[in-house]
């Protein structure tokens, strides 16, 4: 589980997570089918399950916002390891992506 939140979005039309096990951006497939909608200037709260990892398996993270005028604006990346087999409770792990501001 991906989640992330935005105090403010300018211009912001959406979101693409990308994710790759390795540090380079270019090796780095895009996870979600459509684009995740942005949710104005107030911001929001985000959540998107991928559900194609494998146990063990270190994996990189990277946020695309997307804005209005089709630049693009990369976050990341931020390293996650799935270990073992699933929690005993069978709960979703989370991955919390760091606060990131554009100046």
């Known amino acids: 589980?991906?989640?992330w939140e935005s105090a403010y979005?300018?211009?912001t039309f959406g979101y693409h997570i990308y994710r790759s096990t390795t540090d380079n951006f270019a090796d780095a497939?895009?996870?979600n089918g459509q684009?995740?909608?942005g949710q104005g200037s107030s911001g929001g709260s985000y959540q998107y399950?991928?559900?194609t990892v494998a146990n063990g398996v270190p994996y990189r993270y990277w946020?695309?916002?997307v804005e209005v005028s089709g630049a693009t604006n990369v976050n990341g990346p931020v390293r996650v390891s799935?270990?073992?087999g699933s929690t005993p409770d069978g709960a979703i792990r989370s991955i919390f992506l760091p606060v990131i501001s554009l100046r």
């Open 29 to 31: 497939v895009k996870v």
């Open 9 to 11: 979005e300018n211009n």
């Open 82 to 84: 799935m270990l073992g």
């Open 35 to 37: 684009i995740v909608p």
């Open 63 to 65: 946020l695309v916002e």
């Open 49 to 51: 399950i991928d559900t």
């Open 1 to 3: 589980q991906v989640d």
